[in-house]
Each structure stands twice: as C-alpha cells, then as structure tokens.
C-alpha cells in the first residue's frame, strides 16, 4: 500500500510516498514532479500502453511475437532467411562466422 503525501517545495511541486512494506516495515521516497519533461511521461504512457495490451494479448491466449517459435534467422548482412533451408540459408554461414569471429558473440 502506498501513501501520496503533495507537498510544497523551493522548485515547485514535490511528491512524498510512504510504502508499507511487508513486515510493516514503511519506507519514505521522494521526488521533484517539477523536473519530469514532456517526454517523461509519454514515455510512462508508452510502457503503460504497452502493459495493458501484452496483459490483453495473455488474457486471450495470445503469445507475444517474441514467444513464438520460428526458424528464421538475421544475417549480419542485413538479409532474413529461414534456417531450415540448407539452400537459402548455405550463402549466409560465412557472413555469420565472420561476425562471430570479429565480436566474439555466438549467434
């Protein structure tokens, strides 16, 4: 449970929360609303959005696109191919390999 205390501050608005942690345990936080920008808080609607249809997406029983199996693959080179077709895919082991041995990261 959290309690929203308004105060006044030198630079303007200013927020006091009191959270009541398990164990009855309270913790006091704090922050100048004063010095959020524009893009602050479009940037907590986005995530907020964001949350609401991902939960929405599960609630139907719908999987993220990230959830779903595929056996497509990116290719340093910039192409998208399916790694299940040895033909389509032959062309792209060198490119892989090289950016596998310039960066050390194992696709």
Request: proline share 4%.
């Amino acid at each position: 449970m959290v309690d929203r205390q308004q105060q006044a501050d030198n630079d303007g608005d200013h927020y006091c929360l009191t959270a009541n942690l398990l164990g009855g345990q309270s913790e006091v936080i704090t922050g100048g609303v004063a010095k959020r920008t524009d893009g602050d808080y479009q940037a907590w609607r986005d995530q907020r959005d964001w949350t609401a249809r991902k939960y929405a997406m599960w609630e139907r029983g719908e999987k993220l696109p990230s959830q779903i199996p595929t056996s497509m693959m990116g290719c340093p080179c910039g192409v998208r191919f399916d790694s299940h077709d040895p033909a389509g895919s032959y062309v792209h082991r060198g490119h892989i390999y090289a950016a596998q041995a310039d960066d050390g990261i194992r696709r």
